[in-house]
Nanobody, 120 residues
């Protein structure tokens, strides 16, 4: 059974940083593309970034340089670093995995989400 478990969310002040983690199990991690999405209150879930097993990355056109996706295949873990957080970044952040992912077509595996709240 495939499981993706996110962590690292929380309450952070504007201007702060967070690193979200997604630990995967039950799949051949290096063979899978890993991606991050987020869903703000009252809005649709949107694609942020993805990374393949070889480290090739692709970001949504809407994503600023404040976001950095990475992975550690030895730990079956994907990461999303977010810097200079603003209240507009408040959302539930989801990890996604699959053999074929593009921005509009996520993979079949989802984590439970981790809440990020940016507020002073």
């Amino acid at each position: 059974q495939v499981q993706l478990v996110e962590s690292g969310g929380g309450l952070v002040q504007p201007g702060g940083s967070l690193r979200l983690s997604c630990v995967a199990s039950g799949l051949a991690f290096i063979d899978h593309i890993m991606a991050w999405y987020r869903q703000a209150p009252g809005k649709e879930r949107v694609f942020l970034a993805m990374i393949n097993g070889g480290g090739f990355v692709h970001y949504s056109d809407s994503v600023e340089d404040r976001f950095t996706i990475s992975r550690d295949n030895s730990k079956a873990t994907a990461y999303l670093q977010i810097d200079s957080l603003s209240p507009e970044d408040t959302a539930v952040y989801y990890c996604n995995g699959g053999l074929n992912i593009d921005g509009r077509n996520p993979g079949p595996y989802w984590g439970q989400g981790t809440q990020v709240t940016v507020s002073s």
